[in-house]
């Protein structure tokens, strides 16, 4: 199994003069926690995650790091702590050392860099462009889809399978894609992440079933909750 297997797709990106409001709302109304920043040509240019936003001065966060920031680095990290803090576009804000994976990694080897490395995801990068996202939860969605056969490949019929059930739900308004995640396993089709309705739910499922060659859908998805 390998990136391209389990990734987010399609991933919602920025632009580097992307303002930190726009980011924090997309954020919030698609339930995610990191955005690729990219270029007007798709080019990956770097990342913007909650980390980037928590020491922002809007919050009333408090900068406790300025003595030891001084003594490592002087004016210079001083400097850079203040952009982070108060910067107003992605390009201020975000971390420029992006760790990737192109979309034939093993799901193995995405682990080991998320270990070694300490990060929570990785944009994947197909043809030089960001065509998902691979996170902590998605390689838990994949072993447990797998259970104890995580090394074994998926047929090139799953992928396709992935592959149409993917393009079929990106032309439907109501299935919220940037919110699923589909990982197919022997022609079984497991669902993650979360749904707005029970009619979603239900939809998705008929979706999936509508497509030669699936045996079963298997349906892991939370509904989203309202709060008033």
Do not use: C
Request: glycine share 6%.
């Amino acid at each position: 199994m390998h990136a391209r297997d389990i990734m987010t797709s399609p991933v919602v990106t920025v632009t580097p003069d992307t303002t930190v409001l726009e980011v924090v709302k997309l954020m919030l109304d698609n339930g995610i926690s990191a955005l690729p920043v990219v270029t007007a040509n798709g080019v990956l240019v770097g990342l913007v995650s909650e980390g980037d936003l928590i020491r922002r001065s809007e919050i009333g966060a408090r900068d406790y790091s300025s003595w030891w920031l001084a003594a490592i680095g002087g004016k210079v990290r001083l400097a850079e702590e203040f952009i982070k803090s108060h910067g107003m576009r992605v390009a201020e804000i975000m971390t420029r050392d992006v760790v990737t994976v192109p979309d034939d990694t093993p799901v193995g080897r995405i682990a080991e860099i998320l270990e070694k490395n300490q990060i929570k995801r990785v944009p994947v990068i197909a043809n030089d462009a960001v065509v998902g996202i691979v996170s902590r939860a998605n390689l838990l969605q994949a072993l447990a889809a797998q259970h104890e056969k995580m090394l074994d490949a998926p047929s090139s019929d799953d992928r396709a399978l992935r592959q149409e059930i993917i393009e079929m739900l990106e032309k439907q308004a109501w299935s919220d894609l940037p919110h699923l995640n589909v990982v197919v396993q022997q022609g079984v089709v497991h669902y993650w992440g979360r749904v707005h309705s029970e009619e979603a739910r239900q939809a998705l499922k008929v979706a999936a079933e509508g497509v030669a060659g699936v045996r079963e859908v298997v349906d892991h998805t939370h509904k989203t909750v309202t709060l008033i």
